[in-house]
């Protein structure tokens, strides 16, 4: 791993979930760092918290199309609540 994905991964790893911040409006830490392609790419990561990440209603607990239904998020949405998270700092 490059260190500038592992510094990327690192600045992901200090937000809070999105899908807790930005769903339900509460800041959920510690996080996992949730790898959104397959194949991986270390800059294509989200922050999720063990519930959302593993859990009953998490990624992969409902797998992708469950998730998706449930939280109305794709791959790429949590990607971009990654960078908005990440520009305003969170």
Request: charged fraction near 25%.
């Amino acid at each position: 791993m490059s260190k500038a994905a592992k510094d990327h991964m690192g600045k992901v790893s200090k937000l809070c979930c999105v899908i807790c911040f930005y769903k339900l409006g509460i800041d959920t830490r510690p996080v996992h760092v949730h790898h959104v392609t397959v194949p991986r790419d270390d800059f294509a990561v989200a922050p999720l918290c063990p519930e959302h990440h593993q859990g009953p209603t998490g990624v992969h607990g409902l797998h992708r199309r469950g998730f998706e239904m449930m939280w109305k998020l794709g791959e790429i949405d949590l990607l971009a609540l990654t960078n908005r998270a990440l520009a305003e700092g969170r």
